[in-house]
């Protein structure tokens, strides 16, 4: 009896439960519904860059992430910020009526620390305009250094030049987008920085069919594919044709603060008897546990244990290694092979042994990680 009784209670409670759980599901489902609050998707520099570049050349439109840049723009473009006094802990972006949420993303310039809101148009370019000519942006504009609007081929976009790295969580509710700005760590455990070296004129180590650029770049590409499927956050320093300086290679790093930064070079010698991989590690900067010179052992075997090649040892860095040298963080430069040498030469400009290489660098990490 005692049992049934006590069966007979869980079972009330039981569908008390679910019926306060339907009730609490329901009203948020309303809420959302009502407010039309949804959340806006963040797209990084690194999955945006190529898009632009292929839209910009086949459409001969202003969406050139390069010349887009310039902030001296003429003051009838510049947005306005509105002195009205609304305390609140977002970036609040006013939106035209006839914006949609699927008319908005946002892209997260981080190389450039710029915040770019890209608005699909579905009225004339001199509405948005207008708009913005009397619409002020609003809220916590800490960040925010400034700010202008122009027009593209398809697209209106607000560019914003912030004053650090950050990560942003965005909601458009009421035809306004919401914009909080967080730290790369208060939203990332685990953060490394991939630094493809060279880019545009400064080609790095050439032979008669390749540049030491293209082959860092596409080592680069092939690495993104593995590392997209873990949880980790890489940002890359280019994934462009764009050469960054040094300074905002490095100081994205420690912007970030990663946990470790892994730059890519190729190797040339006057002897072109010369072949095998080498890794270089920050000398000037000690980190007690992993640091540098171990990272760079980690790159070295992994990368010769998976193309199977020949490992010449840890080189100190010099004077020449500005990148690892100014970081703050375990910091290691993997040189994949010399493209002086004939033979070299040949596997570089393969697509599987790029692969390999990309493999060893990503086990490298994982690696490191495990720990």
């Not at 570049?53 to 969406?63: F, I, L, M, V, W």
């Not at 730290?183 to 920085?193: C, L, Q, S």
């Not at 930064?261 to 190797?267: F, G, M, S, W």
Request: net charge negative; glycine share 6%; proline share 2%.
């Amino acid at each position: 009896m005692v049992i049934e009784m006590q069966q007979s209670r869980l079972m009330k409670r039981t569908a008390v439960y679910t019926v306060v759980f339907a009730v609490c599901a329901l009203a948020v489902i309303f809420y959302y519904s009502t407010h039309k609050l949804v959340v806006i998707a963040d797209v990084a520099q690194d999955e945006v860059v190529q898009s632009a570049q292929e839209k910009n050349s086949a459409d001969g439109g202003t969406d050139d992430p390069k010349q887009d840049t310039a902030y001296d723009l003429q003051d009838e473009n510049a947005v306005l910020f509105a002195q009205n006094g609304q305390e609140m802990n977002y970036f609040c972006i006013p939106l035209h009526e006839s914006v949609k949420a699927e008319n908005v993303a946002v892209e997260n310039h981080y190389m450039d620390k710029e915040l770019w809101v890209s608005i699909s148009r579905t009225q004339d370019a001199e509405v948005y305009e207008d708009f913005y000519r009397s619409q002020g942006v609003y809220g916590n504009c800490s960040a925010v250094v400034d700010g202008y609007f122009e027009n593209g081929s398809d697209n209106f976009w607000l560019k914003f030049k912030l004053t650090d790295i950050y990560e942003y969580h965005s909601i458009f509710e009421d035809s306004k987008l919401y914009i909080e700005f967080v730290t790369p760590k208060e939203v990332y455990d685990r953060i490394v920085v991939i630094d493809p070296a060279y880019g545009a004129d400064e080609t790095g180590a050439i032979s008669e069919e390749m540049q030491g650029k293209d082959i860092t770049i596409a080592i680069a590409r092939a690495l993104k594919k593995k590392l997209d499927g873990t949880d980790i956050k890489v940002y890359y320093t280019r994934m462009d044709d764009s050469n960054p300086s040094d300074e905002n290679r490095v100081g994205l790093t420690n912007a970030a603060r990663a946990d470790m930064l892994i730059r890519i070079e190729v190797n040339e010698n006057e002897d072109t008897k010369i072949y095998g991989t080498e890794a270089v590690y920050n000398s000037r900067f000690f980190i007690p546990g992993f640091g540098s010179i171990e990272l760079a052992d980690l790159l070295e075997r992994e990368v010769v244990t998976a193309i199977s090649g020949k490992a010449n040892g840890l080189i100190e860095s010099t004077q020449e290694d500005v990148v690892i040298n100014e970081a703050t963080v375990p910091a290691a430069t993997i040189k994949v092979g010399y493209v002086s040498n004939g033979q070299e030469a040949i596997l570089l400009n393969r697509e599987d042994y790029i692969e390999k290489i990309a493999d060893g660098i990503y086990q490298a990490i994982m690696t490191a990680y495990a720990e």
